[in-house]
């Protein structure tokens, strides 16, 4: 099946900083998600982002499907930015199953 | 987006016992899943709820172990059968909108079992 890898598994950054997350992906895919897990096990949603450039306030993704990766930006990062976050990807295929497969997650921790 | 209700959000069960998880959503979807995170792990996904029929299980987990009901388009519950230990978990509901792309999922269920 396909594989999902994040890196890096953990990043802890000063209050202000910047920071880049990776997902790489073995195989195509109609589906590109990026998720981030509180405190309290929610999963919010960040991205949806099979392809291309997308941007919402301080975070912004990129997916470029050919090279099988996808990078989340986090500028200027607050203490709630705390957290797990997850890449999930649905194989490429005809029709689309909903199935997501989840890398391992990146666990950020934010310092004031 | 819909709006994504599940409970009970988290529970203390004693082993060999049973727990239904519910999931309801304000609006019809076509597809609900029920996925599982152990502790420090990721999400791996259980099965897919399809509705009128049986469920769809993934490789590793079974209807014994993990009966699911879809009576509807809006509702979903998961059992977790003859608990252990080993069931500790979070349980999430996770539907798709949008003719099936988008996901997004329930509040979760954090099951402790002792």
């Known amino acids: 099946g396909i594989q999902v890898e994040q890196s890096p598994p953990d990043l802890i950054l000063q209050e202000g900083a910047n920071s880049t997350l990776r997902c790489n992906f073995s195989?195509?895919?109609?589906?590109l998600q990026w998720f981030h897990q509180n405190p309290w096990g929610q999963l919010i949603n960040l991205f949806y982002?099979?392809?291309g450039t997308k941007q919402n306030g301080r975070l912004s993704a990129t997916t470029v499907a050919t090279e099988r990766y996808s990078l989340l930006y986090i500028s200027s990062s607050q203490t709630t930015d705390s957290g797990v976050y997850f890449c999930?990807?649905?194989?490429?295929?005809?029709?689309?199953?909903?199935?997501?497969?989840f890398g391992q997650g990146t666990t950020l921790q934010v310092k004031p | 987006s819909a709006v994504i209700s599940q409970k009970p959000s988290r529970d203390i069960c004693q082993r060999g016992t049973s727990l239904t998880i519910q999931c309801q959503v304000d609006?019809?979807?076509?597809?609900m899943f029920w996925y599982r995170q152990q502790p420090g792990q990721s999400l791996t996904l259980i099965a897919t709820?399809?509705?009128?029929?049986?469920?769809?299980?993934e490789s590793g987990f079974v209807i014994d172990k993990f009966p699911i009901s879809r009576p509807n388009l809006t509702f979903s519950t998961l059992t977790v059968s003859n608990m252990s230990p080993e069931d500790s978990s979070i349980y999430l509901c996770?539907?798709?909108?949008?003719?099936?792309?988008?996901?997004?999922f329930g509040q979760g269920t954090r099951l402790t079992v002792v």
């Open positions: 996770s539907l798709n909108t949008y003719g099936g792309t988008e996901a997004f």
């Open positions: 195989d195509s895919v109609n589906n």
């Open positions: 999930a990807v649905e194989r490429g295929s005809s029709s689309n199953t909903g199935k997501l497969i």
């Open positions: 609006s019809q979807v076509t597809m």
């Open positions: 982002i099979p392809s």
């Open positions: 709820a399809n509705q009128g029929s049986e469920a769809t299980y």
